[in-house]
């Protein structure tokens, strides 16, 4: 231990010494004791090519004053002396000359081994690289051929009735595989007439005339059926697009099809066209009652076709509809006139409303017994299962699903038959079946409430208040304090 001391010891006073070596030309070094020292600042730089000591004791460094005057370059950059620059020692030149001369030899050689890219290399990786990827050429070529483009909706749809026109009119008779083609291309156009831009552009162009109404003919039940789909898609909230299919008489065409066709797919494309076609449009409406419309409807609803409750669902939901935009004209002429509002809106009310009474739809539908018609539905639902009914209202719980009432079909007559209650209530106010009916289905919806209330208290909040309106609508009784 107290020799390691002792060699530390040594080497820091041996360091403390400075010793100042200067390598001469001819490669020997000397000390010079006599030269004057300055400290140097803590974060001072130190100018390159400057001789420093360090106390390695205290850590301070000091710069030799001297060497510091004689710098002639002030930067990291040294100068390379030409053989035409003259030289401080004579004696030492020609030793300077010769190694000169080697560093200019060294240097040029070095440059010789540097290699330059590789030309055979970089032409195969080129050729690798042609052969995994096609050239722009090739590329158009290929594009050109696939004939490929950005198409607007409007565009593709033009299309499609150029080679529907096309088909049509090139073939006759049609075989199975053109009619598939057919098909396929209605169902095309069915999706594009949705949008309110391409439905104009299709009747402009006169697509009702060239492709719906001639293929409402056809042989085939699936276009009948397809292409009934695409008039009411075109028609749909699209009041230009009413105008024009009735001016092309497609109100008659769709009720020809609903009375007479034998495929019942096609007659309920037309019965969704229809409706579509005559929504809050009075004239249509208009033309519909004038060419028998109703009477159709009726004679549908009371078919015995395979899927008959839907379709009776379907119809008394399209009549409902027109007894209630007639409600609504009402309605507003009511609201515009005792506000502040403008003469032209108020006399558009007024002629709305002149235009649905043209229409005479309720000595129509009296005349169908429509009110009849939607007692006499209720009362079977009722008389189908009414013995799971009872029995819920019995055991005070639901016994099981299957056979129940159809809930949607309860809700549909009663919401008609409140849109119809000033015109059923000479016809059913008198009608005890139906009050009867009407007393079951509010015990057994009550009853449905408590137990099993269904989302968002469907029972409670729907179907019963529903009841209760046709009740009071019809002055029917079906509460037990009522009776007294």
């Not at 034998?262 to 249509?284: I, Q």
Request: glycine letters at 4%.
């Amino acid at each position: 231990m107290i020799k390691a001391q002792f060699l530390l010891l040594s080497t820091v006073l041996f360091m403390q010494v400075f010793v100042r070596t200067v390598t001469s030309g001819d490669g020997k070094t000397k000390e010079n004791d006599h030269e004057e020292w300055r400290t140097l600042k803590k974060d001072e730089s130190v100018p390159v090519g400057s001789h420093v000591r360090i106390d390695l004791t205290t850590g301070h460094r000091a710069i030799n004053v001297a060497s510091k005057k004689n710098l002639k370059f002030k930067t990291s950059l040294m100068p390379v002396e030409t053989d035409n620059e003259p030289t401080d020692e004579g004696s030492g030149s020609d030793s300077k000359n010769e190694v000169k001369s080697e560093g200019l030899d060294d240097i040029r050689r070095r440059l010789k081994e540097i290699h330059g890219d590789d030309t055979k290399s970089a032409n195969s990786e080129t050729e690798k690289i042609k052969d995994k990827f096609k050239s722009y050429d090739e590329i158009k070529k290929d594009f050109e051929e696939l004939q490929m483009a950005v198409r607007t909706d409007i565009e593709v749809m033009n299309r499609i009735i150029e080679k529907y026109l096309e088909l049509t009119k090139t073939k006759s008779p049609l075989s199975e595989e053109d009619e598939e083609q057919q098909v396929v291309m209605l169902k095309s156009l069915e999706y594009l007439v949705h949008q309110i831009d391409n439905a104009y552009e299709f009747v402009k162009n006169d697509g009702l005339k060239t492709v719906v109404l001639p293929s409402l003919n056809s042989s085939e039940p699936r276009v009948r059926s397809t292409v009934a789909r695409v008039l009411g898609s075109a028609t749909q909230s699209n009041i230009g697009a009413q105008i024009a299919a009735l001016e092309a008489g497609a109100v008659g065409a769709l009720l020809r099809l609903i009375a007479l066709d034998a495929d019942l797919s096609v007659r309920t494309s037309c019965l969704f066209a229809l409706s579509c076609l005559v929504r809050r449009f009075p004239l249509a409406q208009k033309k519909l009652v004038d060419e028998g419309g109703l009477t159709v409807l009726a004679n549908f609803y009371n078919s015995e076709a395979v899927d008959k409750l839907n379709i009776r669902v379907k119809i008394i939901t399209f009549i409902q509809d027109l007894i209630v935009e007639k409600q609504d004209a009402e309605k507003t002429l009511v609201s515009v006139s005792s506000g502040n509002t403008s003469t032209a809106i108020v006399d558009e009310a007024k002629e709305r409303l002149r235009q649905y009474n043209l229409l005479g739809l309720q000595v129509k539908l009296q005349e169908q017994h429509w009110c009849h018609q939607l007692s006499t539905l209720l009362v079977q639902q009722v008389s189908q299962h009414l013995d799971k009914i009872l029995a819920t209202i019995k055991t005070h719980q639901v016994l099981s699903e299957v056979g129940q009432v159809d809930h949607d079909v309860v809700e549909k007559v009663l919401s008609a038959l409140i849109a119809s209650s000033s015109l059923c209530l000479n016809d059913l106010g008198n009608d005890t079946e139906l009050r009867t009916v009407l007393q079951i289905l509010y015990n057994y919806y009550t009853e449905l409430a408590r137990t099993d209330p269904g989302d968002d208290d469907y029972f409670a909040t729907v179907i019963v208040p529903l009841i209760e309106d046709v009740s009071n609508n019809l002055n029917m009784k079906i509460h037990e304090h009522d009776e007294l």
